[in-house]
């Protein structure tokens, strides 16, 4: 297929500021034309119509599990459930055995994904070595290797001499530091968000300040060392209005918001059903209206996944026993479409914050329908209707809350280099 013609879909392009209905023309990988009524000659058609057509969704935070924990992910299944999501790159997190902090592991995802993965991946390496807060890793070293942010997410780096050195070199190596921001201490045991709800499950509460005080740390230790901070999964109303504030103040800081943390509360953990326990934890109806007010505005500039697989085994134990995360990469579009639907955002602030911004924060290729630009394309049908089971997806785990649920809005194919890599069997045709 080397000439594609996507014809009369409704194309979304946040870098050019662009919602129109257009053809897309590709041609040996890259966008080749973007207009009305573009030649068909010689090219393969594929009807858009009634479809989105948008650059391919980046993922600035997942949990791919290669190398180490094979059995809940690698990166096969993993890039296979990214493409299926309309996701095109994902930037896969350190937390992997052995961890991504030397760069021989880097280099290793790298190449086992250029053979086994349709979905370009980044990798993410570790800010300290074994994650344990201590002691910096080589990030010159591993930046050269491929990295594209630096993070010890799943843990904090709780010394702030530690992270302020971090932040600094970061600098150097010209990557952002992506923070895991939760205060062990505060956290203690807590398993659920602390309120209301913790206290009506008599499980122990991770309370909102746990994060913010963290937040607040790494604002004031980015505005100093004037390095680039990203906030992962941000929860509390409060740690958006510490972004907010920061922002204003001309600190380099970019925030991403989870889609589970955008739509859920803690409510839905009331049932014990161990998939709703993350972390940072679901919370409050206040606090998810603050995030989707954050979103809206533009303090909150990333919708990341956080995709975290885990075997159904190590999920089916009591509540405060089960490791903590949910799959987001094959439901994330579907879940989101909720914030659109509500008017809470444009399609086209809702592709800005899926591709555009998440490209940037990575300083990556990507997020636009530019001509010229590599053929990275999604096609979203924004109106089916569809039941997610994860039995029948591409992940190897099943940890989904939405599981067995109703979604509207789905991935209906999805193109890498101009390449076709996922179609939805009963979406569009191909002819
Ligand atoms: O829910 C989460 N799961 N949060 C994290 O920080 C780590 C992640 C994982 O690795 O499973
Ligand atoms: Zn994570």
């Not at 890039?79 to 095109?88: K, L, P, R, S, Y």
């Not at 697989?309 to 134990?317: G, I, M, Q, R, T």
Request: net charge negative; proline share 5%; charged share 25%.
């Amino acid at each position: 297929m080397a000439r594609v013609l996507i014809r009369g879909g409704r194309v979304l392009d946040p870098s050019l500021d662009l919602d129109d209905t257009l053809d897309l023309l590709i041609e040996d990988g890259r966008i080749a034309g973007l207009g009305r009524g573009l030649s068909d000659d010689g090219a393969e058609v594929v009807d858009a119509a009634g479809a989105w057509v948008a650059p391919g969704f980046v993922d600035a935070h997942a949990h791919l599990r290669e190398p180490g924990q094979e059995y809940k992910e690698d990166l096969a299944s993993g890039g296979n459930a990214a493409v299926a999501g309309g996701f095109t790159q994902v930037a896969c997190m350190a937390n992997t055995d052995p961890v991504n902090d030397d760069p021989s592991v880097t280099m290793y995802i790298l190449d086992r994904a250029e053979k086994d993965s349709p979905a370009r991946i980044r990798p993410i390496a570790a800010a300290t070595r074994g994650l344990k807060g201590q002691v910096m890793t080589e990030m010159m070293a591993l930046r050269e290797a491929g990295a594209v942010a630096f993070s010890d997410d799943g843990a904090t780096i709780m010394d702030a001499g530690v992270m302020r050195r971090v932040l600094q070199y970061s600098k150097l190596a010209g990557a952002p530091v992506i923070v895991h921001a939760e205060d062990c201490h505060l956290r203690g045991a807590g398993v659920v968000n602390e309120g209301p709800v913790s206290t009506r499950l008599g499980l122990p509460g991770n309370p909102c300040v746990a994060e913010e005080v963290l937040v607040a740390r790494d604002l004031r230790l980015a505005a100093i060392t004037g390095a680039h901070l990203h906030v992962a999964h941000v929860s509390t109303a409060g740690a958006v209005a510490l972004i907010r504030r920061a922002r204003e103040e001309g600190v380099r800081v970019t925030a991403e918001a989870t889609p589970h943390h955008l739509t859920l509360t803690d409510e839905a953990t009331t049932g014990y059903d161990t998939s709703t326990r993350v972390a940072p934890p679901l919370r409050s109806a206040r606090d998810v209206d603050a995030l989707r007010q954050g979103l809206a505005e533009g303090v909150i500039d990333v919708i990341a996944t956080d995709h975290a697989p885990h075997a159904s085994y190590e999920k089916e134990v009591e509540f405060t026993e089960a490791p903590p995360g949910m799959l987001g990469l094959e439901t994330a579009l579907a879940v989101v479409l909720e914030l659109v639907r509500e008017v809470r955002l444009t399609p086209l602030e809702l592709i800005r914050r899926l591709s555009t911004n998440p490209a940037r924060l990575l300083g990556l290729e990507g997020g636009s329908l530019a001509v010229g630009a590599s053929a990275d394309v999604v096609l979203v049908d924004p109106e089916r209707v569809w039941t997610y089971d994860p039995s029948l997806g591409f992940s190897k785990s099943r940890n989904s809350p939405w599981a067995g649920a109703t979604l509207t809005g789905r991935v209906a194919a999805t193109f890498v280099a101009g390449r076709l890599v996922y179609q939805y069997e009963r979406g569009v045709s191909l002819r």
